[in-house]
């Protein structure tokens, strides 16, 4: 069972463009939503994480918007670049269950020049 | 701050040998080390769970003969593939939390194994 839905699967957006990246999770009990960036052949690096506390956070051209009641959490990239272009994955994990990450399927985007 | 690093970053090795990964925590204490496979295209799939010390946590369906998990301090932990077969070639990624940090996981850069 898929604990975090993420779609879409691939996206891809103009150079100056806004790419969205939704996710979706079941278990309330999860309290940290992160944010992975993957580039081919290299691992996942953390890009931005909130908890369940605050609705949004920012960091630079990176947002996540973070809906409590629908379950819901979401990246946006501002001003998005063809640097961006890479694999992106979201998490949730809970704290009582050793910091387990439960990962998204991940989302393909293509910023094209 | 928060480096893990893993070698080999890439691995060729026969049908029925063994393969050694080691994944260490640079600059901080990893009480808990997590191991990934990753297929191309597909999403990270956790294989086990390790704490210092202690035996590792695997998840349904990894076999644990196969894949022998060992946390021997708090910097270095090692994934060995025993037997390796064509179909065990996959990405492997290995993931740190340290003492302080009891929400973030830091990945390593991924190790690739090729068995023939």
């Known amino acids: 069972q898929q604990q975090v839905k993420q779609s879409p699967q691939s996206l891809i957006v103009q150079k100056g463009g806004i790419s969205i990246i939704n996710c979706a999770y079941e278990?309330?009990?999860?309290?940290?939503f992160p944010w992975y960036q993957q580039f081919p052949g290299k691992g996942p690096a953390l890009l931005i994480a909130?908890?369940?506390?605050?609705s949004e956070k920012k960091e630079g051209r990176f947002t996540i918007s973070f809906n409590k009641s629908a379950k819901q959490f979401s990246l946006h990239i501002m001003d998005s670049q063809p640097g961006d272009s890479a694999t992106y994955f979201c998490?949730?994990?809970?704290?009582?269950?050793?910091?387990?990450?439960?990962f998204g399927t991940g989302t393909s985007l293509t910023v094209i020049p | 701050g928060a480096v893990v690093s893993q070698h080999p970053s890439w691995v060729i090795c026969k049908s029925g040998t063994s393969v050694k990964i080691e994944c260490r925590s640079l600059?901080?204490?990893?009480?808990?080390m997590f191991w990934y496979r990753q297929f191309p295209k597909q999403s990270l799939m956790l294989m086990a769970t390790s704490n210092e010390g202690s035996k590792a946590t695997y998840e349904q369906g990894v076999e644990k003969d196969k894949f022998l998990i060992n946390h021997a301090s708090l910097t270095l932990s090692t994934l060995t593939v025993t037997s390796a077969h064509p179909e065990d070639s996959s990405f492997y990624i290995c993931?740190?939390?340290?003492?302080?940090?009891?929400?973030?996981?830091?990945f390593g850069p991924g190790t690739r194994l090729t068995v023939t």
């Open positions: 998490a949730a994990s809970m704290r009582n269950t050793g910091n387990q990450f439960y």
């Open positions: 278990n309330t009990a999860f309290d940290y």
């Open positions: 909130i908890r369940p506390d605050v």
């Open positions: 600059d901080f204490q990893a009480t808990t």
């Open positions: 993931s740190a939390t340290g003492t302080s940090g009891l929400y973030e996981q830091y």
